[in-house]
């Protein structure tokens, strides 16, 4: 896929976050699960648990200077289905793979699928409208594309591998289902366009606009 081609389709890029959570967003940047593991200086046995098997809740780090930050659950990810769906892989390998992505929506369709999931439709949530353009321009080397949800497996779960996550010019599928960032986005705010808290189908409050 031409970068031309990407941009024109998708123009904008969508992310949904813990409530509350931008002002940490704008000053660290957008952080994959282990590049958040690794600023809040988790090891051990309770990194193991948290990146290499599946998240059934979500998590709350607590470090002495930074705060605290949650790591988001993996609901929609069944273990067992995840296992006869993988090619070449572990589910724990595909934990590791998915946990060092940053992910992005590219429609408001699949964006509001996903806050009006049971899980998720009773509480509000920070959402991030990205340039794409402007993100692609910064990062189309750490950009990988997917033509499925990679979380998932709850809707007939394809097979799925590393060869899931191509490049921008290696994409060969006309439809994007997820964008995603190896490790981190640290200059978010720059391709940001505006942040909304957003419950279900309803926007909230605008948080922050450019």
Known sequence: MEVTELVARYPRLFHMAETGSWP??????????????????????VREALEAARRP??????????????VRDQIPLN???LARCLVGMTPGEWCQTLNRRVFFWLTEERLSRL???????????DVLTV???????AHESEITLAHLNTGTTVFRAPERGLDTFRSVAAYDRR????????????????HTLRVESRQGADVIATLWQR
Request: hydrophobic content about 45%.
């Open 24 to 45: 940490a967003i704008e000053e660290h940047g957008l952080l994959s699960t282990t590049a958040l593991l690794d600023l809040f200086e988790v090891n051990g046995a």
């Open 175 to 190: 439809d994007v289902v997820e964008l995603a960032v190896d490790y981190s986005v640290p200059d978010i705010a720059a």
């Open 115 to 125: 806050l009006a999931a049971r899980a998720y439709r009773d509480r509000s949530h």
């Open 79 to 81: 273990p067992t289905i």
């Open 131 to 137: 340039d794409t353009a402007s993100l692609v321009a």
């Open 57 to 70: 809740r979500s998590a709350t780090l607590e470090h002495p200077e930074l705060g605290t930050a949650v």
